[in-house]
């Protein structure tokens, strides 16, 4: 079988991200509000994933020589959100979800403690 038509799990994993999100990732990254492993994270991808699509931007930005290329899906005139960024709000919001989660059980747990009656107190 030909090489090049044999699927491998690296080509596997490379389809699971469309043109569109790895943009979107990108260009979160340049806009340099967040570390490449803080969004890497968020994002659900690796590091050096993230790593490779910004050399292949800049590689490809620089092969075009100064051609204006959008990296945005949508402009934000538009009003809607491309996938990172929802992405990023989805991976935020959950740990937040988790960070107040946490908190609840604390307290719950601190309100059965107070409220217990100690069998002295009750003579």
């Excluded at 051609?67 to 949508?74: D, F, G, K």
Aim: net charge positive; aromatic share 2%; glycine share 4%.
């Amino acid at each position: 079988m030909n090489r090049t038509t044999e699927p491998t799990e690296n080509r596997a994993r490379a389809a699971q991200y469309d043109a569109a999100f790895r943009e979107q990732a990108v260009s979160l990254l340049e806009e340099g509000t967040r570390s490449i492993t803080a969004l890497a994270r968020e994002l659900g991808v690796s590091h050096k994933t993230l790593s490779k699509w910004r050399q292949r931007h800049r590689a490809a930005a620089a092969a075009a020589h100064g051609e204006q290329t959008s990296l945005r899906v949508c402009s934000p005139s538009e009003g809607a959100r491309g996938p990172v960024a929802l992405a990023a709000e989805l991976a935020s919001l959950r740990a937040e979800l988790r960070h107040v989660t946490i908190q609840r059980d604390i307290l719950k747990k601190a309100l059965a403690i107070v409220n217990q009656t100690s069998p002295t107190a009750t003579r």
